[in-house]
């Protein structure tokens, strides 16, 4: 969602690129909007779908933004992440409680778990649909739908 335009059009993540003197920056064109707008059905494909259930039902950024951005439907089938939905909420630690069905990948609790914190306890492990963020020597996710 932390895309931006650049003054030759090209799109580049703003999170990721390093501000340089004179660049020449877009925030909100009409093609930026679409690309937010087919990231976030992206995002909604790959998430749980119990939001009216949810806990977070109401204060959850991915319900703020699919608003903000006048996503009302699922345009895509849930992807063939096959572990999707089979882990239970992770509260074996006291500092954090985690929802690995609800996890969209942004690194969020990564680089606050390094930068911040300075402990670097978790990290993404895996690739591709299997991609998930865990603990250093868990368990992965093909080793529990295995079992």
Same mark, same amino acid.
């Given at each position: 969602?932390?895309? *931006? ?85 992770? *509260?074996?630690?006291?500092?954090? *409680? ?50």
């Amino acid at each position: 969602m932390c895309i *931006v335009e650049d003054g030759r059009g090209e799109i580049i993540t703003a999170c990721s690129a390093p501000p340089v003197p004179g660049m020449d920056i877009r925030t909100h064109t009409p093609r930026l909007l679409r690309y937010r707008k087919n990231i976030l059905s992206l995002l909604l494909a790959s998430h749980s779908r119990e939001c009216t259930t949810c806990r977070k039902s109401g204060k959850c950024r991915l319900q703020d933004m699919t608003s903000r951005f006048g996503v009302r439907e699922v345009r895509f089938d849930k992807s063939n992440r096959a572990y999707k939905d089979e882990y239970k909420i992770d *509260v074996s630690s006291p500092a954090i *409680v985690r929802d690995p069905n609800k996890c969209i990948q942004c690194g969020d609790c990564v680089r606050m778990c390094s930068e911040t914190q300075n402990v670097g306890a978790i990290d993404f492990a895996l690739r591709g649909y299997e991609l998930k963020v865990c603990p250093a020597y868990a368990r992965h996710a093909r080793n529990r739908a295995r079992a």
